[in-house]
């Protein structure tokens, strides 16, 4: 992560600038090649669960995030 807005889902759900998603929803990121293709991965609707595996300082971690609706969408 290289930044993270106040008060939306991922940092409620406890992301810090650094953490280095390794997966979300059990899709490995290891071979996407762009942020964009990594955002359409995972990408839920308002409402679901997003599960993210994730390292933070070497060590292993899992999050879940529930989407929000996003403002003017």
């Known amino acids: 992560m290289r930044e993270l807005r106040s ?3 991922a940092e409620k759900a406890g992301l810090h600038v650094g953490d280095q998603v390794v ?3 059990g899709s490995a990121l290891a071979n996407v090649k762009t942020e964009r293709e990594a955002k359409r991965l995972c990408q839920v609707e308002a409402g ?3 599960m993210l595996d994730i ?3 070497g060590s292993p971690l899992e999050l879940g ?3 929000e609706p996003r403002p003017g969408l």
């Open 23 to 25: 997966s979300c929803n």
């Open 65 to 67: 995030i529930v989407a």
């Open 7 to 9: 008060g939306l889902p």
């Open 55 to 57: 390292r933070r300082s």
């Open 48 to 50: 679901q669960a997003l």
